[in-house]
């Protein structure tokens, strides 16, 4: 069985360790795996594409075009549309972060909010407001994007991540920021190893079923009272933090994910 493993050429430099450590998987499975850059050069007899890239219209061309993607391209809507995955939180039930559409600063009702891009990624089109000018600058920064409004909610600057293959929790790290709010471990946060709760388990299986993924994050704010609340869903999930923090290979798991569905 050959594949590809389709990522922008930018976000193939970043995660050249990754791409090393999955080809390095493929291997032990008996099965090839080629890096692709470019968005037409995905060679028809691929048995499948692992797709790495934050891009839903792409990923639908390529299931037109007959390939098996790992994950879904509905997967890749869901997960960049923030409020597309809060909808899916309300229809499965579960506790998650109220959020509206915005579409200017006098929609929010009250301070501190935060403000989110729907397709930002990485924390970077995140912001706290503490007051109207706050807003308006986020506004004018994202000028033509669409935008989120949530309540704040602390959390000590700290969130859980479960990664799942299929609807099993194969490892969960607790990430803290550094500097304000965030706890993204690209913007330099700690990551430390996380037993999760059933009801976390729980929740992210009950997510994974629904979406029919392979490999997604799924993030949980963790509130003082010892609940938590969905946050987001990642595809693709970044899993440096975990491979620093566990001996999980994800690169491993992923591969035989793909063997058993291509069976």
């Known amino acids: ?8 050429p930018e976000d193939a430099k970043t995660n050249a360790g990754f791409i ?22 995905i060679p028809d007899s691929a048995d499948f594409v692992l797709f790495r890239d934050r891009d839903p ?8 075009a007959g390939h098996r993607l790992f994950n879904r391209a509905q997967v890749n809507r869901v997960a960049n549309d923030k409020y597309a995955t809060y909808e899916l939180a309300l229809l499965l039930g579960l506790p998650t972060v109220p959020t509206r559409r915005v579409a200017h600063p006098d929609e929010i009702r009250s301070y501190p909010s935060v403000l989110k891009t729907i397709d930002g990624h990485g924390g970077t089109e995140v912001v706290r407001c503490l007051d109207k000018m706050d807003a308006g600058w986020f506004f004018s920064r994202h000028a033509g994007r669409r935008i989120i409004g949530q309540p704040f909610i602390e959390s000590g600057a700290a969130d859980v991540r479960l990664f799942m293959i299929g609807e099993e929790a194969v490892g969960a790290v607790k990430r803290t920021g550094s500097n304000g709010f965030k706890s993204n471990y690209t913007l330099g946060g700690r990551a ?8 976390m388990e729980e929740a992210a299986a009950k997510i994974a079923r ?21 946050n987001e869903i990642e595809d693709p999930v970044g899993s440096r933090s975990l491979y620093d923090t566990s001996e999980v290979n994800i690169a491993d798991r992923i591969m035989q994910r793909i063997a058993e569905q291509m069976k």
């Open 1 to 8: 069985m050959n594949g590809v493993v389709y990522y922008r």
């Open 20 to 41: 090393r450590m999955l080809k390095e998987a493929a291997d032990r499975a008996g099965h090839g795996l080629e890096l692709v850059t470019e968005r037409g050069k």
């Open 57 to 64: 219209e792409l990923a639908h061309e390529l299931e037109a």
């Open 192 to 199: 430390d190893p996380f037993s999760p709760t059933a009801g």
């Open 210 to 230: 629904a979406l029919k993924s392979d490999y997604i994050g799924v993030d949980f704010l963790l509130l003082p009272d010892g609940g938590f609340l969905l």
